[in-house]
């Protein structure tokens, strides 16, 4: 079973930055390591829906962000670690939210559907993420 760890919230003013990590772990119900799977960032805030952050593809070399968050934010991916990472620049308030790491789905999926909440199987439990004014 699939195993995601977050780390690396915390509290922060708004303009700084913060970096938060998602450790993988196990195997996805079909055996498969999860290297061959996408991971994506979503948040979500109290009464509001999850909403996606970013994503990135298997291999690392495909990339997705939401609008409001491209030239700020940067996800990547270490596969021999079984990581990834989200740095958050120019941080506002806005940006508060519980943030969640995803992955599963379709293994080696590279396209845009890797924005959609309903292609990821495994969630962490999320890590908060507050930006003072």
């Known amino acids: 079973q699939v195993q995601l760890v977050e780390s690396g919230g915390g509290l922060v003013q708004a303009g700084a930055s913060l970096l938060v990590s998602c450790a993988a772990s196990?195997?996805?119900?079909?055996?498969?390591?999860?290297?061959?799977?996408?991971m994506a960032w979503f948040r979500q805030t109290k009464g509001e829906e999850r909403e996606f952050v970013a994503s990135i593809s298997y291999s690392g070399r495909s990339t997705y962000y939401a609008d409001f968050v491209k030239g700020r934010f940067i996800i990547s991916k270490d596969n021999a670690k079984n990581t990834a990472e989200l740095q958050m620049n120019h941080l506002k308030p806005e940006d508060t939210a519980v943030y969640y790491c995803a992955t599963g789905g379709h293994p080696f999926n590279t396209g845009p559907d890797l924005m959609r909440s309903d292609e990821y199987e495994y969630w962490g439990q999320g890590t908060q993420v507050t930006v003072s004014s």
């Open positions: 196990g195997r996805t119900s079909t055996g498969r390591p999860t290297t061959a799977y996408a």
